[in-house]
């Protein structure tokens, strides 16, 4: 008997998938592959802590409604205020859940996964779509000089949008995008650096709780990633970028002589 070449072809793939996916763990691959619930003692720890949050927060919510029922009962008005820690427990918890979509939708099979199939034409109406959402909320910048915070914020919102469209649509195949994306992320990094030095320039606040903010604020959401999805800090590489590059900012303002305005 004699055989077409596609049959041939995707039997060969079909063994190929069963013998190698499971090793080499393509980031595409639907078929053959582990379930993911082989989780590290960083994940199982990171899960633990997000779930303490939740219970605690729900404990002090369930202690709240009780005592807000027993001042109606006594007919009380005043209103109990609530508590900082609950607040910062409830946060905790929702960020928690984002964290379990996340890991839901990226290791385990319960979503299907499939390769990118870029087309221009996507991409360009992905834009398009983005360019009559945002003009729809144009605004009168509330300074009038020149790269001023409201400027510089809505420049950094467009470049995200283009580079989230670029990495959702599978855009790095095409060369031209690849390359104005790369000019994008590196007019992100300088207009990063540049609201950090004009902050340090014009305020001339060089405190030990301003450097742990920023840097909290940029690597709270990646930190947690890598713990979640058990990646190394550098697979996401555009937080390691600003962040090493707001610390030489930090530092070369910090260096004497201190020039601030």
Not at 43 to 59: D, E, M, R
């Amino acid at each position: 008997m004699h055989y077409d070449g596609r049959p041939m072809n995707l039997g060969v793939d079909l063994i190929l998938n069963i013998a190698c996916n499971k090793r080499i763990e393509p980031v595409d691959a639907s078929c053959c592959v582990r379930n993911g619930i082989e989780l590290t003692i960083v994940q199982i720890l990171t899960g633990i802590f997000f779930l303490i949050c939740a219970i605690a927060s729900l404990i002090m919510w369930k202690k709240q409604s009780l005592i807000s029922n027993a001042d109606v009962e006594n007919q009380s008005s005043s209103q109990q205020p609530v508590h900082h820690s609950y607040v910062i427990l409830l946060n905790l918890s929702k960020f928690g859940l984002i964290l379990a979509y996340f890991y839901i939708c990226d290791r385990t099979p319960i979503f299907m996964k499939e390769s990118k199939v870029y087309g221009l034409g996507v991409f360009l109406a992905c834009l398009g779509v983005f360019f009559l959402l945002g003009i729809s909320s144009w605004k009168v910048a509330s300074k009038g000089d020149y790269l001023n915070r409201d400027q510089t914020d809505e420049w950094k919102g467009w470049m995200q949008l283009v580079i989230l469209a670029y990495h959702y649509l599978g855009a790095s195949a095409d060369l031209h995008v690849y390359v104005w994306v790369r000019i994008l992320v590196a007019s992100y990094l300088f207009m990063s650096a540049y609201g950090h030095f004009n902050y340090f320039w014009n305020k001339g606040d060089y405190s030990l709780f301003r450097f742990s903010q920023v840097l909290l604020r940029m690597n709270i959401l990646t930190v947690l990633l890598c713990y979640t999805m058990n990646r190394p800090y550098q697979f996401y590489y555009f937080m390691p970028l600003i962040s090493f590059y707001f610390i030489i900012v930090y530092l070369t303002h910090l260096m004497w002589p201190q020039m601030d305005a």
